[in-house]
């Protein structure tokens, strides 16, 4: 499967928007991450890590909650 550099986009808005408005918060991004790796939508991944990192919540302590990394 090819990247999809549009939906990556498209996430990525989503979630900056959400939380600047406080219709999310990062921890609720933080639970959606680990949706996502459950989906395999990477790109959303990644665009959801892009944004909580600078916020200083890092994706990857979400691994040791997820089954299929384990």
């Known amino acids: ?3 999809n550099k549009q ?3 498209e996430v990525k808005r989503q979630v900056e928007q959400n939380i600047a408005c406080g219709k999310k918060t990062a921890y609720c991004y933080m639970k959606e991450y680990e949706q996502m790796i459950e989906k395999e939508d990477y790109e959303a991944a990644k ?3 892009e944004i909580l990192l600078p916020l200083g919540y ?3 302590q ?3 909650h997820i089954k299929r990394l384990q």
């Open 1 to 3: 499967m090819a990247w």
């Open 7 to 9: 939906h990556y986009e």
């Open 47 to 49: 665009a959801i890590t």
């Open 58 to 60: 890092d994706t990857a």
């Open 62 to 64: 979400t691994h040791n």
